[in-house]
């Protein structure tokens, strides 16, 4: 390594210590962050209150109404037995709500209907600090329907009576859940058309909470309800209705709201494809099925059976069926519950997840809840379940920022894949040695029709140099899953949500560095600084590795040069409103990339590159069976 490298070297060092120092904020400069961050903090939130104030004041204005025409119409108890026969006491009543509070969850659930009205994941927060609420309570709807005595009856109907580990429960209607299981009950019971519940028949849901489990096990129960449900019936059908509610700052055209469902004995599949957009539609599900979630970028809300629904019809869409000012898609799903109506009493067994996309605590329920996560296709999805994320998470668990997680792993992974960038480099220097040896094959046959010469001289140059100019090519495909996977992955980790790192608060969204207050088609209305970065070093390598590659080309590669450079400039649009982790990655592996191509400059010196092809000819080199018929071919095609 001779003087020049060496202050090179020291030169970028320093380069980048001192633009790290210069990046580091000052005391100042943080406290007037914070400030900033809790003025927007604050402003935010006003502005929430506000807009709740006012759809708390029409969702009043709305129930006064239905109040109204409820007193006016209000059904007499003979209006009541013809409608809801042996459920007529238990179809009124007065509502209580009840919360369950464990470590990471908080649900609202409802005696009327008996249902999960909403859940708040107390581990995180909205991307504006608000409290991270599942769907809306206001419009959300559970229901189980079925027939008895002819009668189509809907639980939502019904008022149920609570239990707490068996007994009626009385008490504060706020409940945290202790070291044991809780067990709550909700139940309807029969009248035998009287005025006289009966405590041996009834219909009861079961909820047990565990202290620290995202799941709740869900069960559906019939006691002595064989001469009240036909016999005839061999499924109970539930309708369940979600709102869901903007938890982040952008949408992820990649991986937004959608429904994902799991057959028994086959793979996960969704409603709009593995890509998660926004799309509308409903589907039929004409086989047994293990489990229905509505997703979101980062959360989902699950319905697992244990033993399989036989059916479903899942759909989404944007109705706006609520004022809510943080409305996002409304998701519903019809699903046919196992029943077998000659059984005195007959047990559902299920499950609802309500938790975060992390593969790490999906995984462990062993029911592929973590195939929502969009880790790519099979392969893809391999190299990111079983490398990316494990090296991601060991990263993680010192405790650095994610930014300073993201740099190591772009380090370990560029060393990773050196061999095969060192293996394409020197593809390349070979066939720039090369180049004036090919010039001379060219002006010898300079006619068209000395083609097949052209082409045999050149290709017999390379067999004897022991060089190829497609070397270069498989290290490069090699290369490309990796990226692949990488781009799959940083969007859809949750461990990169609301991860501030230098100028961006949040690396699993976009950086906005400049608000432009009008939009730019294909780009936004935004300027992201790490995307904006991200597309400079990427016309920089273009254009160091254009001139690396000038000796090698030939004509008619201006187009492919011109593509080349337009290329960045299209993925500038693209991740403008993307991750800005992603930008930031891609980025450093620019930047990487450009202290490998110096160093394989120095380790490869062309005068010595070029002794070692000399001797390489004068070898003698043996042909292959594919060689000697390339060669006859060639020949035959001469002659003709």
Known sequence: MNKNSIIGIILIIGILVGYSIWMTPSKEEIERQKHYRDSIYQANRERFIQDSIRFVEAQKEAELIVAQQDNNAQMSGVALRDKYGVFATVAEGVEHIYTIENDVLKMTLTSKGGYVKTVELKDYKTWDSLPLIGFDENTSKFSLSFFASNRNINTIDLFFTPYLNGEVYNGDENIVVGEKPLVFNFRANADDYSNELNPNQYIEFTYTVTKDEYMVDFDVKTVNMKNVIASNTNFLTIDWYVDLLKQEKAVDRFNGSNIYYKFMSDDVESLSG???????????????????????????YSLISKDGFNSAVVGMKSDFRTNNPRYLKTMYASVDVPFDGFQENNTMAMQYYFG?????????????????IPLGGKFVGWINRYIVVNVFNWLGSYGWNYGIVILVLTIIIKIALMPFAFKSYQSTAKMRVLKPEIDEINAKFPDEKDNMKKQQAVMELYRKAGASPTAGCLPMLLQLPILWAIFRFFPASIELRQQPFLWADDLSTYDSVLDLGFNIPFYGDHVSLFTLLMTITTILYTYINNKQMAATQQQGMKGMKVMMYLMPIMFLGLFNSYSSGLSYYYMLVNIITFLQM???RIFMDDEKLRKKIELAKQRPVKKSAFQKRLEELQKQQQRR
């Open 274 to 300: 593995d890509r998660g957009g926004e799309k509308d539609g409903e589907k039929a599900l004409r086989s047994n099925i293990k489990w229905l979630s509505f997703k979101q970028r980062f959360f989902s």
């Open 356 to 372: 975060p996309n992390s593969l790490k605590i999906m995984d462990k329920y062993g029911i592929d809840l973590d195939k929502q």
């Open 598 to 600: 110096y160093l394989f």
